[in-house]
């Protein structure tokens, strides 16, 4: 019946973000990752400032630069 809805990414990604935080998800913006290591319990995201994140998993919000990223997937 002509259903359709609109979302707004960026509002969407906060309050994303925000609910997870509460949660006690950490969230590191502006953090430029070099270099992926995949495992099958872990992903080690190397980052630009020489800097290692560990996690079970990982949600990167990469506009255009997602091509880059899922040449490493």
Do not use: S, W
């Amino acid at each position: 019946k002509g259903l359709a809805a609109e979302l707004d990414p960026y509002f969407f990604l906060q309050a994303l973000l925000a609910k997870a935080a509460e949660q006690g998800c950490r969230v590191y913006e502006n953090t430029a990752v070099t270099e992926m290591d995949i495992t099958t319990d872990h992903v080690v995201c190397n980052t630009a400032t020489g800097r290692t994140v560990t996690a079970k998993k990982v949600i990167m919000a990469t506009g255009c630069e997602q091509n880059e990223y899922m040449k490493v997937l």
